[in-house]
Antibody, heavy 116, light 107 residues
Framework: QVQLQESGPRLVKPSQTLSLTCTVSDGSINGDSYYLSWIRQPAGKGLEWIGRVNTGGRTLYNPSLKSRLSISLGTLRLSSVTAADTAVYYC??????????????WGQGTQVIVSS | SSELTQDPAVSVALGQTVRITCQGD??????VTWYQQKPGQAPILVIFGENHRPSGIPDRFSGSKSGSTASLTITGAQAEDEADYYC??????????FGGGTILTVL
C-alpha cells in the first residue's frame, strides 16, 4: 500500500521560502491520471488545496498562491511566506480524471510555523 | 459562486441517520468527493465520484448529488463517526476547492 511522508523545517522566517519534501513509498504516482498534490490546513481551520504535479512535470496551482508557488515531483516551494502560511501541510496522491478528483492516501502532515 | 458551502456543525443521535450537505455551482459540472478528518489525523477518503466508497469504508456511508447540492449520508451513525467532514470538487472555472467543513457530533 502506497504511503506518503512529508518532511521539512518546522520553522520558517517571514519573507523566506518554505521548502517541503514528499516521499512516496512505492513510486505509485505513475500514470496519466495520477498526481502528487499538496494541501494545507491552518490550525482550527479548513483544508486549502495548494497544487499538483505529475511525473511529467505538469502542474496546476491554486490561483491565490500561484505567484509564490513552485511544485516539482516531491517538492513544494512557497516563497515570501508570512504568518498566514502557518499551517499543517499535507501531500497526497491525487487521481484526477474527467472532472473527478480523489486524494488518497494522504501523508500524516507536517507543521510549518512562520515566525521570526 | 466559487465556493463550496457546508453547514458548520451537525449532530446526530447514536444509531440514527445524518445527512451532511455541500452546495456549490461547480457541483453541476464536476464530481464531488468527501473526506473524514479526526482530531490530530490526516483526512481520509470516504466517498468519491458522488457515491462510491473506497475499500475499508463502512457501507453506512453513502453519497448523492443533485444539481448544485451534494450530500454525505451516514445511516446508523456510530461513535467513531464523530469527526470533521469536508467536501471537495471544482469551482466553475475548474479550480480545486474544499468546503469549509462540517463538525459532526454523535450524541
Amino acid at each position: 500500500q502506497v504511503q506518503l511522508q512529508e518532511s521539512g523545517p518546522r520553522l520558517v522566517k517571514p519573507s523566506q521560502t518554505l521548502s517541503l519534501t514528499c516521499t512516496v513509498s512505492d513510486g505509485s504516482i505513475n500514470g496519466d491520471s495520477y498526481y502528487l498534490s499538496w494541501i494545507r490546513q491552518p490550525a482550527g481551520k479548513g483544508l486549502e488545496w495548494i497544487g499538483r504535479v505529475n511525473t511529467g512535470g505538469r502542474t496546476l496551482y491554486n490561483p491565490s498562491l500561484k505567484s509564490r508557488l513552485s511544485i516539482s515531483l516531491g517538492t513544494l516551494r512557497l516563497s515570501s511566506v508570512t504568518a498566514a502560511d502557518t499551517a499543517v501541510y499535507y501531500c497526497a496522491r491525487l487521481y484526477s480524471m474527467g472532472g473527478e478528483d480523489r486524494l488518497d492516501p494522504w501523508g500524516q502532515g507536517t507543521q510549518v510555523i512562520v515566525s521570526s | 459562486s466559487s465556493e463550496l458551502t457546508q453547514d458548520p456543525a451537525v449532530s446526530v443521535a447514536l444509531g440514527q441517520t445524518v445527512r451532511i450537505t455541500c452546495q456549490g455551482d461547480g457541483l453541476r459540472y464536476y464530481s464531488v468527493t468527501w473526506y473524514q478528518q479526526k482530531p490530530g489525523q490526516a483526512p481520509i477518503l470516504v466517498i468519491f465520484g458522488e457515491n462510491h466508497r473506497p475499500s475499508g469504508i463502512p457501507d453506512r456511508f453513502s453519497g448523492s448529488k443533485s444539481g448544485s447540492t451534494a450530500s454525505l449520508t451516514i445511516t446508523g451513525a456510530q461513535a467513531e463517526d464523530e469527526a470533521d467532514y469536508y467536501c471537495n470538487s471544482r469551482d466553475f472555472t475548474g479550480n480545486v476547492i474544499f468546503g469549509g467543513g462540517t463538525i459532526l457530533t454523535v450524541l
